[in-house]
C-alpha cells in the first residue's frame, strides 16, 4: 500500500521537461463558449509548428497584461505561461484548438482569479495572437497492443487531449480493431462540454463506447445515466480484472483515485498515463 502511494505520488507530480524553442505566435480564429465557464481557443498555428495529438503546449500571457494584473490586484507575478492541451488531431494543421476554463478563485477565499484563463477569457480576440510553445507530454503514447481496450478517463476540461486524440484517431483509422471508452466526468449536465460530439461519435464508430456521468446533477438536468466521481463510475463498469491501456487527464485527485482503481483491477503500472500535474514555468 506504502509502495503504492509513493509511486502514484512520484508519477503525479513529476514536473515535465521543458522544450527550449521559442514561441510560434499563433493568430487567434475563434473564442467561442462551450459551458458557462469554459470556451474553446481555435488559432492558427505558423506553417512549420508540428505537434502529436493529445500532446499539451504553455500558452504565454502577454507581459503588458501581467503588470496590469500585478498592479490591479497587488501581485508580483513575472513571465506568465500555462500549460493547455491541443483538443484537436494536427490533421488540421495549421488550424489547432484548446478548451480553457476560467479559474475562479477558490470557495471563500479573496485572492484574484487565475491570470492565464482570465486572459484568454476575457482578452483574446479573433485577429490577435498568443505565444503558444513547443509541444510537450506523451499522452499521445497509446500503447502498442493491437487489440488491448484503450480506456481514456477524463474530469473537466481533462477531456481537452482526448479530444485531440479521438479526433486523431478517428480520421486516420488508427485503433480500428481495439475498443476505446471514454469516460468523461462533469457535474451537471450543462458542464459535459461536446457531449453532442461524442455522442455522434459513438453512434459513428462501434468500437467507441461513451459514457458520461454527473457528479452532482442538477434537478432539471433529468439525468438517468450514471451519477458519482468518473473514477467510482469506471469502477463499477468493469468488473473483475482489465488489462488495457488507461489514459487519464483531469484534477490531481481524480488521477490518483483512478489509478488507484485501474492498478487494483490489475492494470500495470507501465499501461497507465497521464501528464504531469504541474509544468515547471
Ligand atoms: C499538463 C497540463 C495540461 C493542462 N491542460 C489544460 C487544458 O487543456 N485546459 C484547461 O483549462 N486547463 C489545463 N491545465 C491547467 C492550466 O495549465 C492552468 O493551471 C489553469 O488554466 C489555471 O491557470 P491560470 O493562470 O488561469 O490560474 P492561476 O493564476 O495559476 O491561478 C490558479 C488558481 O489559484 C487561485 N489563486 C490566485 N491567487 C491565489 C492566492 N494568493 N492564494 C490561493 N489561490 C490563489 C486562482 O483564483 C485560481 O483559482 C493543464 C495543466 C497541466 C499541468
Avoid: C
Amino acid at each position: 500500500m506504502i509502495r503504492l502511494s509513493l509511486v502514484v505520488a512520484s508519477l503525479l507530480s513529476a514536473p515535465a521537461a521543458l522544450a527550449q524553442e521559442a514561441p510560434a505566435a499563433a493568430q487567434v480564429v475563434a473564442v467561442e463558449p462551450l459551458t458557462p465557464n469554459v470556451k474553446r481557443l481555435r488559432v492558427r498555428m505558423p506553417k512549420n509548428y508540428r505537434f502529436e495529438a493529445g500532446q499539451f503546449a504553455l500558452l504565454s500571457v502577454p507581459s503588458a497584461f501581467v503588470e496590469a494584473w500585478n498592479a490591479k490586484y497587488k501581485t508580483e507575478l513575472g513571465a506568465v505561461r500555462r500549460p493547455y492541451s491541443f483538443a484537436s488531431s494536427p490533421k488540421r494543421l495549421p488550424v489547432a484548438e484548446f478548451i480553457i476554463q476560467l479559474a475562479a478563485p477558490p470557495p471563500g477565499r479573496d485572492v484574484p482569479p487565475g491570470i492565464a484563463s482570465t486572459y484568454i477569457h476575457g482578452e483574446l480576440k479573433p485577429g490577435g495572437t498568443i505565444e503558444i510553445g513547443q509541444p510537450l507530454g506523451s499522452l499521445n503514447k497509446a500503447g502498442d497492443s493491437a487489440t488491448r481496450p484503450l480506456i481514456l478517463v477524463a474530469g473537466g476540461t481533462g477531456v481537452a487531449p482526448f479530444v485531440g486524440l479521438l479526433d486523431h484517431w478517428f480520421r486516420t483509422k488508427q485503433h480500428k480493431g481495439r475498443k476505446i471508452y471514454l469516460f468523461f466526468g462533469a457535474r451537471q449536465r450543462r458542464d459535459l462540454m461536446l457531449d453532442a460530439q461524442f455522442r455522434r461519435w459513438a453512434a459513428k464508430h462501434s468500437n467507441f463506447t461513451y459514457v458520461p456521468a454527473l457528479s452532482d446533477p442538477a434537478p432539471d438536468d433529468n439525468w438517468t445515466g450514471p451519477t458519482g466521481f468518473v473514477n467510482v463510475v469506471l469502477d463499477k463498469h468493469f468488473t473483475g480484472t482489465l488489462d488495457a491501456d488507461v489514459l487519464i487527464a483531469g484534477s490531481p485527485r481524480m488521477m490518483q483515485e483512478t489509478v488507484k482503481v485501474v492498478k487494483a483491477k490489475g492494470v500495470p503500472e507501465g499501461q497507465i498515463r497521464h501528464d504531469p500535474i504541474k509544468v515547471a514555468p
